[in-house]
């Protein structure tokens, strides 16, 4: 018989380095599982990948067990490590952090797309481009 879950938790953990400072720790004590198993776990898988923001989909069982997979990183992360860029433009409309080449883009798109609600790549493109626009990078 499977498991019932209780809670299901979208967590967005710098990898590697996760701890239980606010918000995580608080988020995790009031699902009621062991923080620091977690974090260790979590931890041990996103090692290599140290610097990113990997987030983590935490699945939470009635008996306070819980499994979680790991996403690919934000589109946002994926352009400014793209870019080499720290953020994106602070007035997006008037000034420009930065300018992704189409090719950029489509490979940007093509990693995330397992990640994204859509079956193609032309809708995965689009949503990389409203993204760059927002963070005030151009798009040529």
Request: net charge positive; glycine share 8%.
């Amino acid at each position: 018989m499977a498991k019932q879950v209780k809670n299901v938790l979208k967590l967005n953990l710098s990898a590697g380095t996760a701890t239980p400072a606010p918000p995580v720790g608080p988020i995790l004590g009031q699902a009621g599982i062991n923080m620091m198993d977690f974090l260790r776990q979590y931890n041990e898988k996103t090692k290599d990948q140290k610097g990113q923001i990997i987030p983590a989909e935490l699945t939470i069982y009635k008996d306070n067990s819980f499994t979680f997979i790991l996403k690919l990183p934000p589109v946002s992360a994926m352009i400014l490590q793209t870019l080499k860029l720290k953020a994106g433009g602070a007035t997006p409309s008037r000034e420009s952090a930065g300018v992704l080449t189409m090719d950029q883009v489509k490979a940007i798109a093509e990693k995330k797309m397992p990640d994204l609600n859509t079956e193609s790549l032309a809708s995965a493109i689009h949503s990389v481009i409203g993204s760059a626009r927002s963070m005030g990078i151009q798009v040529k």
